[in-house]
């Protein structure tokens, strides 16, 4: 089927940043291949890091807005009708309001896409009116966590049949390992000598993502005898004070804040140990390209961590905020290779359990079944994608 003849999909963000929302969508485009063309993308900011990995066929609409603008929906609904869209994908709750005014505006079906949260906390009066305005006007909800369903259902009403799950998933074959020169070299880059246990992380640097509590637990490893480094890759607001707090606890020459990384498999594999040590989490796009790589993994017991990790077989599972579990579990790992082997085998043979092209066939399937039921002036006929678990 040509491109031309399937449903035409704005998505919509804040900006295409290295957070895990913006990741998966490059993923699943490009996980489209030629059907990508029938997609286009609006930033509400500048188009960021990742535009340059969305495949060509792809347009992007930089809306270049700076902080909240008021009048965003009506620039959205002008993208809306210039590329005429036959469906608007809001992919972040930041994004919902704009995209729903503008579907509103010009007739088009909205999609309102829940990731996880920003912040610690519930949905707020404001949202959850908005988010009952959003179902008196029919959008469709998709959430790619187990825990997102229950929060739009529990502290919002969204009734059970109206919300999709639709779980991340990761190309394996993307973080298999290459050679031991692109290893060595990557490692060189991040100062880890031979010798060194490299522990690493990828997220956007915010208070929800927990790295206050990974500098911490590293703090009370560093006075034991094993030699191990902290590289985190990834941007953010906290990276200042994050920063401030290393050469505070006198780790700093320990610690490498790489900011944005454009090779995140080459990055991975350096890796000795990953951690996810977020306080709140959806579906960790970043933790499952971690598994794909192979490597053996700490992950707080948040969103759907434990249903991607089986604890003790997968990886470690450790409670959100306590550096003290955290740290015993880190120094473990870190004198314990037989352990670090084990976990990272059975962690690359888990990923395969989410595979992309699952995750791509759910979305087209939505899109499909939205346009085929506007074309019958239907109701919508909601799908349940199958979940890799």
């Given at each position: ?219 009370k490893c560093k006075d034991s005898n094993s030699a191990f480094r902290l590289a985190i890759a990834g941007d953010g607001p906290e990276r200042g004070a994050l920063e401030t707090m290393s050469h505070e606890l ?111 066939g759910g979305y087209e399937s939505l899109y499909r079944n939205m346009v085929e039921a506007r074309k019958s002036k239907g109701q919508p006929q909601f799908v349940t994608a199958a979940t890799a678990y």
């Open positions: 089927m040509q491109a031309e003849s399937l449903p035409r999909v704005l998505h919509v963000v804040h900006s295409l940043t290295c957070g895990g929302t913006e990741r998966a969508l490059v993923s699943l485009l490009r996980q489209f291949g030629e059907i990508a063309a029938s997609h286009c993308i609006a930033t509400l900011r500048q188009a960021g890091p990742l535009a340059i990995d969305v495949p060509e066929c792809v347009s992007i609409h930089a809306l270049n807005l700076d902080g909240r603008v008021r009048t965003a929906f009506l620039s959205l609904a002008r993208i809306c009708r210039r590329v005429q869209a036959d469906i608007i994908h809001a992919r972040n709750a930041g994004t919902w309001l704009d995209a729903m005014i503008a579907g509103v505006l010009t007739g088009t079906p909205t999609v309102l896409g829940f990731q996880g949260w920003d912040k610690m906390g519930r949905f707020d009066d404001r949202t959850r009116r908005r988010i009952q305005w959003a179902l008196r006007f029919g959008a469709q909800f998709t959430s790619v966590s187990r825990l997102g369903i229950k929060d739009l259902h529990e502290q919002c009403g969204v009734p059970l049949e109206r919300i999709i799950h639709l779980p991340n998933g990761v190309n394996v074959k993307m973080f298999e390992y290459q050679d031991e020169n692109g290893r060595r070299g990557m490692r060189d880059a991040l100062g880890a000598s031979t010798n060194d246990i490299l522990i690493g992380s990828v997220g956007t640097l915010r208070t929800i993502k927990g790295f206050h509590v990974l500098l911490s637990a590293l703090n006198g780790i700093a020459d320990r610690v490498l804040f790489i900011g944005h990384c454009s090779d995140v498999p080459s990055f991975l594999r350096a890796l000795d140990v990953y951690v996810c040590c977020s306080l709140g989490e959806g579906m960790s796009n970043a933790l499952l390209e971690a598994m794909a790589a192979g490597l053996p993994i700490v992950a707080t017991d948040v969103g759907d961590n434990t249903t991607m990790i089986r604890n003790g077989i997968d990886g470690i599972i450790i409670p959100p905020g306590d550096s003290d579990t955290m740290a015993l579990t880190l120094h473990t790992q870190v004198r314990d290779e037989d352990l670090r082997m084990r976990l990272a085998v059975a962690a690359r043979h888990r990923a395969a359990n989410f595979d992309l092209g699952k995750m791509a």
